[in-house]
């Protein structure tokens, strides 16, 4: 006993002495169903990568608060651009623990001790100060902002605080 013919070998044969436009219409209802099921399998596929990237936290919401604000840099961000640290806290803390290689900025000699060494080697300059609280950073980073106005100068989001987490 032979096993039934397969759809390939019915419109085979039903094909072979068709017009090239009938032989298409034959082909066509298989040709959908398989179009069909591929594009809901991407789609679900891509609505499954969207909802975990949304529940798991690895993206953050549309609809959510920037976490940072302009001219602001976060910790993780900052170490890897190398920049000159300015530490606007006050002498004492800063002789307690402060980044490593970080420049104490005074209100006497901070500033062109900052705009020499930027002027030396320019990069980044990252300022910070004791905690997200504490105004002193942005305040800073605005003065170099309008003395150096082609660097790149940030303030470090939650200050020393941030740094030490």
């Keep these: 006993m032979q096993d039934p013919p397969t759809l390939m070998e019915v419109n085979y044969a039903k094909a072979k002495d068709l017009p090239m436009a009938e032989y298409f219409a ?3 209802p298989l040709l959908m169903d398989t179009l ?3 594009f809901s399998l991407v789609l679900l596929l891509a609505l499954m990568g969207a909802g975990y990237s949304l529940l798991s936290g690895t993206a953050g919401l549309p609809w959510a608060e920037p976490e940072i604000g302009p ?5 993780i961000d900052a170490k890897v651009i190398d920049p000159i640290w300015v530490d606007v806290r006050n002498s004492e ?6 980044v490593h ?3 104490h900025f005074d209100e006497a000699t ?6 020499e060494l930027w002027l030396i080697q320019p990069r980044p300059i990252v ?3 004791s905690d997200a609280g504490c105004g002193t950073s942005q305040k800073v980073a605005k003065t170099l902002r ?5 660097a790149e100068i940030y303030s470090l989001k939650g200050g020393w605080a941030a740094w030490q987490n």
């Excluded at 803390?93 to 402060?98: D, G, K, V, W, Y």
């Design 93 to 98: 803390a800063f002789e307690e623990a402060h």
């Design 127 to 129: 300022v910070y100060c």
């Design 146 to 150: 309008e003395n150096l106005s082609d």
């Design 101 to 103: 290689g970080a420049v």
């Design 26 to 28: 034959l082909w066509k």
């Design 110 to 115: 901070g500033l062109l001790k900052i705009i």
């Design 36 to 38: 069909w099921k591929q």
């Design 71 to 75: 001219g602001e840099i976060l910790a």
